[in-house]
């Protein structure tokens, strides 16, 4: 496990799959599952956090079909494993960059929003093809630029200006991997082919600009670093990321614009 790995633990999954779950993820695990168009026996499934994806993907393959959903932390997996369940169904706690199989053995690979958070992307993407059988496929998205994803990137400005010396940089992480052309240039490098990367936009509409405010600075870990630098602010945080959240997309069913690319390839017949 990689020491230095940007951490989902404590009580942030519960407010990640809580808030967030329906809000930013639902929405694209729905997107995600409707690309995989082959029969599959053996499905791995990266970065699974609380089973947004995985529950799609136990539902979409017969029950024969042997599913394995990692994720590189504990927390999140056990939140998974409380609300999801099904035949030949694995879980494991898992380095992208190491993964733990044998060579040649997914016909699939789905990572919903994980690659953003390898700090060695090319090193994962070739332990991704070292797994995939002859003619398997990956299939994964990961988020445009912040300035796209308007809440996210609203939250994060409001943020900034309780720490105008040294704003958290947090959200810099998860909206890193917005360039299609690098994107592209891994793949290739990791020798897929018959590679895609593909633009989609989708609106978000939260419960309400609290519930919106609360994921984003509690289900994510922005919440243990402000816990860590001023933990007395973080009501305030909230309150004021409610209100401009409101302000801006309106303080009933709150709608904004999210963007995502999804990316697939293919692993070459030998």
Not at 21 to 26: A, C, K, N, S, V
Request: glycine share 6%; charged share 20%.
């Amino acid at each position: 496990m990689n020491p230095n790995h940007v951490a989902f633990t404590g009580t942030v999954p519960k407010n990640y799959e809580k808030y967030l779950g329906p809000y930013l993820f639902e929405p694209y695990a729905k997107d995600l599952i409707g690309h995989i168009d082959h029969p599959a026996e053996a499905v791995l499934e990266l970065a699974c956090g609380t089973g947004r994806v995985t529950r799609h993907l136990r539902q979409h393959f017969p029950a024969a079909t042997r599913l394995v959903a990692t994720d590189l932390n504990p927390d999140m997996l056990t939140i998974a494993r409380q609300l999801i369940s099904g035949e030949n169904m694995e879980w494991q706690v898992a380095d992208m960059q190491a993964l733990p199989f044998d060579d040649h053995t997914f016909d699939l690979v789905v990572c919903q929003f994980g690659f953003m958070f390898v700090p060695d992307k090319p090193l994962a993407f070739g332990e991704v093809y070292r797994v995939l059988r002859p003619g398997g496929r990956l299939l994964f998205n990961t988020w445009d630029k912040l300035a796209y994803n308007q809440t996210s990137d609203l939250t994060n400005q409001v943020v900034a200006q309780f720490f105008p010396d040294s704003p958290p940089n947090f959200f810099n992480i998860p909206f890193s991997m917005h360039d299609q052309h690098q994107i592209r240039s891994w793949l290739e490098n990791a020798g897929f082919q018959d590679i895609s990367v593909e633009l989609i936009a989708k609106q978000s509409v939260g419960e309400s600009p609290e519930a919106i405010a609360r994921g984003l600075l509690l289900g994510t870990p922005l919440y243990p670093i402000i816990q860590e630098r001023r933990p007395d602010l973080l009501p305030r945080i909230i309150e004021a990321a409610s209100k401009a959240i409101g302000e801006r997309f309106g303080f009933e069913s709150p709608a904004s614009r999210m963007q995502a690319w999804v990316a697939q390839g293919v692993k070459q017949e030998e």
